[in-house]
C-alpha cells in the first residue's frame, strides 16, 4: 500500500499562471480532504470530495481555486492566476470511512507551492 | 473565540520528563477527537484517535472532558525524537471535516 500520494512535491510558478496539485488516495479509501499550510501557521481545510463529488468546498476561496476527483484518477486542486499569497504547502488527506467514526486522516507528504 | 485552541507553546523540556498539553473546543456537539504529530515541513501524522473514557498508547494519554469542551495529551519519559508540534484535532460538526488546532510545539533536550 503506497500511502497517499501526491506530486508534484515542489512547483515554482510565477504570478498569472496556473497550478496543479495531484493526490491519489489510499487504495480503498473513498474520502479526499484538502488543507493548506501557510508559513508558521495551522492547516486550514479546504474542501472534500468523494468521486464525482464535492461535499464541502466551505474553505475554498471563491475565485481563483477548484478541486475535482474524477471517477478514474487522481483528486486535483487547481489554482488559476497564482498569486504570491497562495505560496504555501498544500497537503491532501484520505480516510475510508466517516471521520465521525473516529477514523482520522491519513495524509500525503504535500506540495509546496512557490509563487514568484 | 478559535474553533480548536492550543497554547502555541514552545515547551522546553529534559529527556525523561513528563510534559502535558491542552487544548479546547468551541462545538459541545463535536463527536470525534485526535492527536496528530507533524515534523517540521513533513506532513501530520495521525498519533492516536481520543476516547471519552481516555486511552493509553505507550507513554502517550490522552482524555477528553467533554463537559469542560477539554482534550489532553500527556507525553511520559520523553525522548529527544518527540519533538515535534502536537496538534489538536475535532471533527466539531456533523460533516466530514477536521478542523485543525495550530498546534502546540515540543522540544526536548539532552
Known amino acids: 500500500n503506497a500511502g497517499v500520494m501526491q506530486n508534484p512535491r515542489h512547483l515554482v510558478r510565477r504570478r498569472g499562471q496556473e497550478a496543479r496539485l495531484r493526490c491519489s488516495p489510499m487504495?480503498?479509501?473513498?474520502?479526499v480532504y484538502w488543507y493548506r499550510q501557510l508559513p508558521e501557521e495551522g492547516l486550514k481545510f479546504m474542501v472534500y470530495l468523494q468521486k464525482e463529488n464535492i461535499i464541502d468546498e466551505s474553505g475554498m476561496p471563491k475565485e481563483r481555486f477548484s478541486a475535482e476527483f474524477p471517477k478514474e484518477g487522481p483528486s486535483i486542486l487547481r489554482i488559476q492566476q497564482v498569486v504570491r499569497g497562495d505560496s504555501a504547502a498544500y497537503f491532501c488527506a484520505s480516510s475510508p470511512l466517516s471521520t465521525r467514526r473516529n477514523y482520522g486522516y491519513t495524509f500525503g507528504s504535500g506540495t509546496r507551492l512557490t509563487v514568484v | 473565540r478559535k474553533e480548536v485552541e492550543q497554547d502555541p507553546g514552545p515547551f522546553n523540556v529534559p529527556e525523561g520528563a513528563t510534559v502535558a498539553f491542552n487544548c479546547t473546543y468551541s462545538?459541545?456537539?463535536?463527536?470525534?477527537f485526535f492527536w496528530y504529530r507533524q515534523d517540521c515541513r513533513k506532513e501530520p501524522k495521525l498519533l492516536m484517535s481520543?476516547?471519552?473514557s481516555g486511552n493509553e498508547d505507550g507513554r502517550f494519554t490522552a482524555q477528553l472532558n467533554r463537559a469542560s469542551q477539554y482534550i489532553s495529551l500527556l507525553i511520559r519519559d520523553s525522548k529527544l525524537s518527540d519533538s515535534a508540534t502536537y496538534l489538536c484535532v475535532v471533527n466539531l460538526s456533523s460533516g466530514d471535516k477536521l478542523t485543525f488546532g495550530t498546534g502546540t510545539r515540543l522540544a526536548v533536550r539532552p
Open positions: 481520543v476516547y471519552s
Open positions: 462545538n459541545s456537539a463535536s463527536q470525534s
Open positions: 487504495k480503498g479509501h473513498s474520502h
